[in-house]
């Protein structure tokens, strides 16, 4: 089954404990990003890659990195997280070209920094 | 800013009658337009979608409508179903990008 699997679902953290995100699709896709979302501003990047060890930046990258060291996995690093990146997060992949291609999404992580 | 904006927080519809989720944008250089469905507690998922080339595309009970003049569009359901009643996210790309911007959502409710 095609899929983009997150882990974990579920996370409550404290302020400036480094955590990852792990993101895992079985697609083959070239493309991956990160989006969280809040309520009132939908879905808004974060980082994205367009292969192995391409990443740049996307509308809100402030306080996170990614790493893209194998084409399926694309983990989430929030090195000193804090209370303004409680949101919930979802990894998408997709195969390059933009038109006529669609986003495949995961099913999302809940952070809560305190 | 946002470059695409839904502008209806919530709509409520009675089952059988038609739902009409409008999104509008900024960007005149977008050239494809999906809407996404989101139930609670899963990812967004893959709906339909437009080209620039068109204005209109069907799939079943979904229609979606662009008018790039007024830099809008729109999704047609009907008939409403309960099982529609979901968060719809209307989104955007320009180009080779695979960049999508994305609308903050209308929850729809589909009563019985």
């Known amino acids: 089954e095609a899929q983009v699997t997150q882990n974990p679902r579920y996370l409550i953290t404290v302020t400036g404990k480094k955590l990852t995100v792990t993101c895992s699709q079985n697609m083959n896709h070239e493309y991956m990003s990160w989006y969280r979302q809040d309520p009132g501003l939908g879905l808004r990047q974060i980082y994205y890659?367009?292969?192995?060890?391409?990443?740049d930046k996307g509308d809100v990258p402030e306080g996170y990195k990614v790493s893209r060291k194998e084409k399926r996995n694309f983990p989430l690093i929030l090195e000193s997280p804090s209370p303004n990146q409680t949101s919930l997060y979802f990894c998408a992949s997709s195969l390059p070209g933009g038109m006529n291609t669609e986003a495949f999404f995961g099913q999302g992580t809940r952070l809560t920094v305190v | 800013d946002q470059q695409v904006k839904q502008n209806s927080p919530s709509l409520s519809v009675q089952e059988g009658r038609i739902s009409i989720l409008n999104c509008d944008y900024t960007n005149s250089m977008f050239d494809y337009f999906l809407w996404y469905k989101k139930y609670p507690a899963e990812g967004p998922t893959f709906l339909i979608s437009i080209s620039s080339i068109k204005d209109k595309n069907e799939d079943g009970r979904f229609t979606v409508f662009l008018n790039k003049s007024a830099k809008h569009l729109s999704l047609h359901i009907v008939p409403s179903q309960p099982g529609d009643s979901a968060v719809y996210f209307c989104?955007?790309?320009?180009?080779?990008?695979?960049?999508?911007?994305f609308g903050s959502g209308t929850k729809l409710n589909v009563k019985p």
């Open positions: 890659s367009m292969n192995v060890e391409v990443t």
């Open positions: 989104a955007a790309s320009e180009g080779d990008f695979n960049k999508f911007y």
